[in-house]
């Protein structure tokens, strides 16, 4: 059997109708939200709407270069580095970003075939035991980190490149920051279902 | 001797000749000397602590030491590079007597002691080629628009010289060269560049190497560490280094020939930059460094003592030495 | 022979790795905390157990997680890859990458596994345009993974197809991959390793496709013709031309800038992103909501793609620290050494690193140790010269399959990340294997006949 086939006979063996049952809370349901959940969530989102049109804008300053070096034997060390300084500030801030919505990459081997309340503790176990310690070590490394650049005025170690290193600096430790909230907000929307009695929610339909 | 076993990360990849290879040579001194007391694992670049961020984690003691160009730091302490490379600079055995004579080791370590770091002039090269080009160039207007990768203080020389000036990474240069993203690089001395191959894809080779006439190597000890040492620990690290630097140097001067007689064997043209040039190049030299001494005061202070050194040297350097193209003029 | 306490570690983080990574929880988040969970373990359960010796860690040393972060952010080749994810969302948004599939469908429909041969044709033409398999798998999978499933395509075949095709790009030049470990090679360039892996990563392309074909021919229903194909008519070809030309003008577009010199890969992604943006300009497929959408879903996909890299820098940092090469190096000296079977035992190594590690830490533990015993050795070219691009090009075969070996194998991360949520992880797994299989008959045959790897490099630049 093609995996196509056997998902259709999976499909027909169990109802979509009741919200009670098992393929619905593999498939359809979504941890509760919370009033904080609801807060940083939606912040996030509208942080990832805004961010993202700087896509464009490092499009713009890669093809201003080319055509400047081609055209004018003009390339600048200056327009090199605001290439990396947008791609990094808009990837570490996209980290939480990703959270939010939970795009980030799973192995769904056996996660795919679990129910919420499975995902939940795992979830739960993983945020508390290894992401939400990982996202406290980089904090803790991190704002000496940007402290130390902004004592130093630190600038591009070529002479020809960008001043102010500390404000592409601090990405880094606003991204960390950003993605510790939230996975804070998830946390209160696993208790809330865990721990609290709320119910799930059905998943919003996606665009 | 204090017992040590520190991890030590590596600035450079351990089997580049001349510039990667000597710290092991330094630590392997250092373990017989000490009877196996001190020992150095050696971490190639990146593996451990990437190579730009060494003296911050040395400063921080994430390690206890590293090996590294100093010019790394230009961000953070901008006189760094006059420590490392600078174009128009000394020779690098007049580099050795301003540094353990003429101060250059103090100022280091006043420097670098604010940023709780201990500087030791370990590993010296003579000058790199003055880069690989895909045409030839006789005057500065061959400059104006020349799309070349060039690194450090020589790059804003570059720049103001009407270049376009790029900051390739490594890995992308060959490529760059090859199809004429770029119509120049500079990177390393002869027997390093023939690693990526840039005879392949640029005719001319280009000397003298102006804009690094030295390239200076530290290992940088975390001061606190270092201040805790034993005085015969401290005399090891001195004695092993300082035998480093000579045996770097020798080195770096003895393989470098054979590696251009076989470029040129593959038909690459070894070229000289112009002599009315240099000076022009000079010229906008100092205006950068003039620049840069004004922006920051330890910089001021190193140039200074640097150029004071040089000019007082001149009155032998220029007596006692045979000229350079003596031996050519016999032939 | 007895572990070493910071052996039992290693092998300790690895497992918990493995375990946790199937738990289901994101596998960034695993790596950046099974790091982070060792060092605790290591410097506040059993400190005395490595305080002789190199591989003691303190809590403190994690401080160089951040300043090799801040070194991935700084990495400028890195920036291609967010602009090649532009320009595919951008492509598959606007509608121009269903028309250009349909097109193509409509040429080859009748073809047996047309749509896979399609896909694998522009992947190769991505892989000569960029080494970067994170943008490349993703590229591939927004352009072909919709239609794929749509015509009926299993899931499986479809993501082998994929992540497959979208890993060869490093072994196409440009390729990172080969520069770094040109660079790690006593007696190798960059220049003539590129030329040396380019007829073998050719070679694994026509292969791909071949098997690709006899997937259509003998078993359809893993890859069917779509439903209206046809023998193409005359007429068709004005639609078909209008239709394939703009895009495959844009890719050539990208792939010319370079070659032309105008552009490095990493600018010609930015120049690609550009030229769909205006591709869709002129469809008057954009719109405020699509240039809004594909920038967002831009953010999400790079943003998964660096979470993985940030946690895997993270693990392999402590990974060194404790001795990680030490140990591995340990494992090379107790191969038995005899010159064929070294060699074998050497890429059999890789291959089986490949399931766990990725292609940096391999390149740099593995090959500065075994490139002197390859170099005089009894095997393959006689001159140590091709000898050792022969070799070099065997183990970039082998990291290359490391990309799809399950568990660890980031294209399949990559590619779970962006497919459609229908297409799981175990559809991946299984997909990849016919190509894992492929991959390894590859390389007996670039093993048996070393001409493939050496002939170029000789006729290209007489070494
Ligand atoms: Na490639
Ligand atoms: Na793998």
Same mark, same amino acid.
Do not use: K
């Given at each position: 059997m093609s995996d196509r086939e056997f998902e259709a006979a999976e499909g027909r063996a169990i109802s979509h109708d009741h919200p009670d049952d098992l393929h619905f809370l593999i498939h359809h349901a979504e941890l509760p939200e919370t009033a904080f959940s609801r807060v940083v969530d939606g912040a996030l989102a509208r942080l990832g709407r805004s961010i993202s049109w700087a896509w464009i804008a490092l499009m713009a300053v890669i093809v201003i270069n080319v055509v400047m070096k081609n055209l004018f034997g003009e390339g600048r060390v200056e327009f090199e580095e605001i290439q990396w300084h947008i791609y990094a500030a808009l990837f570490m801030l996209g980290l939480s970003v990703t959270l939010a919505t939970d795009d980030h990459v799973r192995v769904d081997l056996f996660y795919g075939g679990f129910t919420l309340r499975t995902k939940a503790w795992i979830d739960l176990v993983g945020i508390v035991c290894l992401l939400l310690p990982f996202v406290a070590m980089l904090m803790w490394y991190g704002v000496p980190f940007v402290a130390d650049s902004f004592a130093t005025a630190e600038? !591009? $170690? !070529? +002479?020809a490149g960008l001043p102010y290193r500390w404000i592409i600096k601090s990405a880094l430790v606003a991204g960390i920051g950003l993605l510790g909230v939230a996975a804070c907000a998830r946390l209160t929307r696993i208790v809330a279902l865990l721990f609290l009695g709320r119910v799930p929610v059905a998943k919003k339909t996606e665009a | 001797a204090d017992k040590l076993r520190w991890k030590v990360p590596n600035a450079f990849p351990s089997h580049l000749p001349a510039l990667g290879d000597n710290v092991q040579m330094v630590a392997d001194m250092l373990k017989t000397a000490s009877d196996g007391q001190i020992q150095f694992k050696i971490f190639e670049p990146g593996n451990l602590v990437p190579p730009l961020e060494l003296s911050d984690a040395v400063r921080d003691k994430t390690i206890d030491a590293g090996y590294t160009w100093l010019g790394y730091d230009a961000g953070k302490i901008p006189s760094a590079p006059l420590f490392s490379a600078r174009p128009f600079g000394m020779e690098p055995w007049e580099y050795t007597a301003w540094w353990y004579n003429g101060g250059g080791k103090a100022l280091a370590e006043d420097v670098y002691g604010k940023r709780n770091i201990h500087p030791i002039l370990c590993g010296i090269t003579g000058p790199e080629t003055a880069g690989w080009f895909r045409k030839e160039i006789k005057t500065m207007d061959d400059l104006k628009g020349l799309k070349i990768r060039f690194a450090g203080l020589g790059g804003q020389v570059m720049q103001k010289a009407g270049a376009s000036v790029t900051l390739l990474p490594g890995s992308e240069i060959f490529q760059a060269l090859e199809k004429g993203a770029i119509d120049a690089t500079e990177f390393a001395m002869p027997a390093v560049d023939q690693k990526l191959g840039f005879d392949k894809v640029a005719k001319y080779n280009y000397f003298p190497g102006w804009h690094q006439t030295y390239t200076a190597f530290h290992l940088i000890i975390n001061k606190q560490v270092w201040d805790a040492l034993q005085p015969s620990s401290r005399a090891l690290f001195d004695t092993a280094c300082t035998a480093g630097v000579m045996r770097n140097l020798s080195k770096g001067e003895a393989i470098q020939g054979d590696v251009i007689r076989g470029f040129e064997a593959k038909g690459v043209k070894t070229e000289k930059v112009p002599t009315k040039m240099l000076h022009a190049l000079k010229k906008l030299t100092d205006e950068v460094m003039a620049e840069q001494s004004a922006k920051d005061a330890d910089f001021k202070r190193v140039y200074d003592s640097q150029e004071a050194f040089s000019k007082s040297y001149q009155t032998w350097k220029g007596l006692a030495y045979l000229p350079r193209d003596f031996n050519d003029e016999k032939q | 022979m007895a572990l070493e306490f910071y052996e039992i570690l290693c092998i300790g983080m690895f497992a918990a790795f493995i375990v946790l990574l199937f738990s289901g929880f994101p596998v960034a988040w695993v790596l950046g905390g099974v790091a982070l969970v060792t060092v605790t373990v290591a410097a506040y359960i059993f400190p005395e157990r490595l305080a002789d010796g190199f591989y003691s860690v303190a809590f $403190? #040393? /994690? &401080? &160089?997680v951040t300043s090799r972060i801040w070194t991935i952010m700084q990495n400028w080749v890195l920036v291609a890859l967010p602009m090649f994810v532009f320009m595919g969302l951008m492509l598959d948004r606007s509608g121009i990458a269903a028309e250009l599939m349909e097109n193509f469908v409509k040429v080859l429909g009748r073809a047996p596994g047309g749509l896979a041969v399609t896909v694998a044709a522009i992947g190769l033409l991505l892989a000569a345009s960029t080494g970067i398999i994170g943008a490349s798998v993703v590229l591939l999978a927004l352009l072909g993974m919709p239609i794929m499933l749509r015509t009926g395509y299993s899931p499986s075949f479809a993501a082998g197809t994929v992540s497959a095709v979208g890993t060869l790009g490093i072994l196409i030049p440009p390729s990172i991959m080969l520069v770094l470990m040109a660079d790690r090679t006593p007696g190798v360039d960059a220049g003539g390793l590129f030329m040396g892996a380019l007829i073998p990563g050719a070679m694994l392309g026509v292969i791909y496709i071949g098997y690709m074909m006899a997937v259509g021919l003998f078993s359809p229903k893993h890859a069917p013709l779509p +439903? #209206? &194909? %046809? %023998?193409? %008519? /005359? !007429?068709d070809l004005g639609g078909v031309f209008k239709a394939v030309l703009p895009p495959a003008a844009l890719i050539l577009a990208v792939l010319g800038s370079i070659f032309a010199g105008f552009a490095t890969p990493t600018e010609a992604a930015g120049v690609g992103a550009c030229g769909a943006t205006l591709l869709a300009l002129m469809h008057k497929k954009l719109d405020r909501a699509v240039l809004r959408e594909v920038c967002e879903q831009t953010t999400k996909t790079t943003a998964f793609i660096f979470a993985i890299f940030v946690g895997a820098t993270a693990f392999s940092f402590v990974f060194q620290a404790l001795g990680g090469e030490e140990f591995i190096h340990h494992g090379l000296k107790s191969l038995p050494f005899s010159h064929d079977g070294i060699l074998i035992s050497v890429l059999f190594l890789v291959f089986v690193l490949g399931f766990f590690l990725d292609w940096i830490e391999i390149t740099l533990i593995v090959l500065p140790l075994v490139a002197p015993v390859i170099a005089g050795l009894d095997v393959g070219p006689a001159e140590v010269g091709p000898r050792m691009i022969w070799f070099v090009v065997l183990v970039a075969v082998c990291l290359q399959t490391s990309f799809l070996t399950p568990p660890v194998g980031f294209a399949l991360f990559y590619l779970k990340g962006v497919a459609p949520k229908e297409v799981t992880v175990a559809h991946i797994y299984k997909g990849v294997i016919p190509f894992i299989l492929l991959q390894l008959g590859g390389l007996v045959l670039v093993y048996v006949f070393p001409a493939l790897a050496t002939w170029l490099p000789k006729v290209a630049y007489g070494s």
């Open positions: 600038r !591009s $170690s !070529s +002479p | - | $403190s #040393d /994690l &401080a &160089a +439903p #209206d &194909a %046809r %023998r193409m %008519r /005359l !007429s």
